[in-house]
Structures are given as C-alpha cells and as structure tokens.
C-alpha cells in the first residue's frame, strides 16, 4: 500500500536553531518525492522535488532534503530556522505522471524567539 | 497571475443538508484535482479533472460525492447529503501539465456537518 509517514505532529525549534523534519514513505514504484508547506491563511506551496540523480535536493526559503533509499526517506532539513518558517509542512509522494500523490499527516512547525 | 480561488473558505451546515463547493483554477491549467484532509490526518486524493473529463475519481468516498468540470475551467464539488464524517478541509490544485509534479493549491474550503 502506498503511504506516507510523517511521525512528528508537532516540533517546536528555537529561531536560529537547525530543523530537521522526517518522512518516510511506502511506495510500490519509483516514487518521486516533494515536500509541501502551508503557511497560516494559504494554500500548500512546492518546496522541493526529487524525481532522481543528486539524492540531496536544494528548495526555495533555503531548505534541503535528502532521499534516502534504503531508509525509504525523505528528511526535510534547514540549517538555522526563521521565525516566517513557522508552517505546516507536508511530505508527499507520487508516480511517474504525478497525477496521484500521497500526503503525510503533516508536521506543525512553531518557532520560539 | 491570479491563484487557485476556493469559495467558500468556510461552511457549516446540518447533516443531511447539501453543500457546494467551488475551485477556480489557474487560468490555462487544465489538471485540476480535489484532496480532502479529516480530522487533522493525511490529505487525501479524491479525483483527478483533465480538462472537463475525470482522469482518476478513485479516491471519492461514495455516492454522496459528485465533482464537475463546467467546460474545463472552474469544478464544483458537491456533497449530498452530507453526513458528519464529511467534515474536514477541502483542498483544490491545479497544475499546468503532468512533467513538472508541481500543484499549485488553494487556500481549502473547511467543511464542518453538524
């Protein structure tokens, strides 16, 4: 079955801090991965992609993520957090022709001053 | 450029009633899809619009659920009669092609039944 497992529901990180979010996922074919942040008042927004190549992905808002294949993860990852980074943040996957993805539950981020 | 329009944001109603809920795409995107998140829990799939047609309606609950497609532009997605577990956030997307894996997404339209 096709999942996606995001374990934190919530993570609080001081600003300034470095951030890691995690995700696994359960997917039966190649699975190309994305993460998703939905900031208060808006909708979901693209943060980053994989399709293949380069297992470390560079994002907008100066976020990373690195699939890991073996640990069938897609860790989200910012070296020294903001205060407008605090969001909800979706991991999703999906096929080839990205017509189907499956979303995480979500991670709320909060960010302390 | 103007985004992804969902009206409306927010809506209450009674179980048994019926509500509609609309998505005005991206001007030009002709994939528009409906995703549904309950209780805090994973958004889920619900179908897939090329144009006017269903691509992929697999993810619809049930028969209570109806989407359209009016001339491939704006979708409506009706639910009735609506019961309580239909509550949740409704989230409409839209994307040019299907190369790029890149959705762009409205703001939801949050459903409560009581």
């Known amino acids: 079955a096709q999942s996606v497992t995001q374990p934190d529901i919530h993570i609080t990180v001081s600003e300034g801090a470095s951030l890691e979010l995690r995700c696994n996922y359960s997917?039966?074919?190649?699975?190309?991965l994305f993460w998703y942040v939905q900031s208060p008042g808006q909708g979901l927004q693209l943060l980053l992609k994989?399709?293949?190549?380069?297992?470390l992905v560079q994002g907008i808002k100066g976020f990373e993520a690195e699939f890991k294949r073996s640990q069938s993860s897609f860790n989200l990852r910012k070296p020294s957090v903001h205060w407008s980074d605090a969001a909800e943040y979706f991991c999703?996957?999906?096929?080839?022709?990205?017509?189907?993805?499956?979303f995480g539950s979500g991670t709320k981020l909060n960010v302390k001053p | 450029e103007a985004g992804v329009t969902q009206f409306p944001s927010h809506s209450v109603i009674e179980k048994g009633q019926t509500v509609t809920l609309r998505c005005d795409p991206i001007?030009?995107?002709?994939?528009l899809y409906w995703y549904r998140r309950v209780m805090g829990k994973e958004i889920k799939f619900l179908l897939h619009?090329?144009?006017?047609?269903?691509?992929?309606e697999s993810g619809m609950p049930n028969n209570r659920f109806l989407a359209e497609r009016t001339g491939g532009t704006y979708s409506t997605l009706k639910v009735q009669p609506a019961e309580l577990e239909d509550s949740g956030v409704y989230f409409c997307?839209?994307?040019?092609?299907?190369?790029?894996?890149?959705?762009?997404f409205g703001e939801g339209s949050r459903l409560t039944v009581l």
């Open positions: 997917y039966g074919a190649t699975p190309y």
């Open positions: 997307a839209s994307s040019l092609g299907t190369n790029t894996g890149e959705l762009f």
């Open positions: 999703a996957v999906g096929p080839y022709n990205f017509n189907k993805f499956y």
């Open positions: 619009f090329v144009k006017e047609s269903k691509q992929d």
């Open positions: 001007s030009g995107h002709d994939n």
């Open positions: 994989y399709f293949s190549g380069d297992t």
